[in-house]
């Protein structure tokens, strides 16, 4: 069965704590994604890594890092936190190769920033 | 770079109606639209997709209609259910860089 899955599910900060937020996938997929989610913004993209150590902003990368060690995992790091990042973090993943490919979808992360 | 518009933002219907999504897209160059549908506290999931060289594509109740022209797109789903009530998103990706949402439509079935 085909899967994205994230950990945690939920979690809750305080603003200047890190954050770490895992994701993995048992397809092989060459891309994966970070997007978050805010109401009435639709999902924006953080970052995309097209493979091991080969990462690159996105559209909101600032206040974010990546980790890419592993085809099947790729991490989100928050170094001290903000309040404003307080969001429904995405991971995705894709065959690779091109962007004109179906995304797969992890079941989010719901992060609270106190 | 890429916008990607959709109207309505929200809309409720009765369960059998038939509704309509529309999206619009800035860039030229996108030639692959995907739309994903969030059901409650769930993953988005892959519906439908459709590419510029294309004007049409129907799976099930699903009709996805393409103008290249104006750079819209329109999403038809035909005898609604409970189980359509979700997010339905609308992405544009020229196939180089990745793919931009639009901000959702958010569909409600009621009985």
């Known amino acids: 069965d085909m899967k994205v899955t994230q950990m945690p599910r939920y979690l809750i900060k305080r603003m200047g704590e890190n954050v770490l937020l895992e994701c993995g996938q048992d397809?092989?997929?060459?891309?994966m994604y970070w997007y978050r989610q805010d109401p009435g913004l639709g999902l924006q993209l953080i970052y995309i890594?097209?493979?091991?150590?080969?990462?690159s902003e996105g559209d909101i990368p600032k206040g974010y890092r990546v980790s890419r060690k592993k085809r099947e995992h790729f991490s989100l790091i928050l170094d001290s936190a903000k309040t404003n990042q307080t969001s429904v973090y995405f991971c995705a993943s894709s065959l690779g190769g091109t962007s004109a490919e179906t995304l797969y979808f992890g079941s989010g992360t719901r992060l609270t920033v106190l | 770079g890429e916008q990607v518009e959709q109207l309505p933002s929200s809309l409720i219907v009765q369960e059998g109606a038939s509704v309509l999504i529309n999206c619009s897209y800035t860039?030229?160059?996108?030639?692959?639209f995907p739309w994903y549908k969030q059901e409650p506290g769930k993953r988005l999931q892959f519906i439908i997709d459709i590419r510029s060289n294309m004007e049409r594509k129907q799976t099930q109740r699903l009709t996805l209609l393409f103008d290249k022209k104006t750079k819209h797109l329109s999403l038809h789903i035909t005898a609604t259910q409970p189980g359509d009530s979700a997010i339905y998103f609308c992405s544009a990706t020229d196939s180089g860089t990745y793919q931009r949402f639009g901000t959702g439509t958010k569909l409600q079935v009621v009985p």
């Open positions: 890594s097209y493979d091991v150590d080969s990462n």
């Open positions: 860039d030229s160059a996108s030639v692959y």
């Open positions: 397809m092989s997929h060459e891309t």
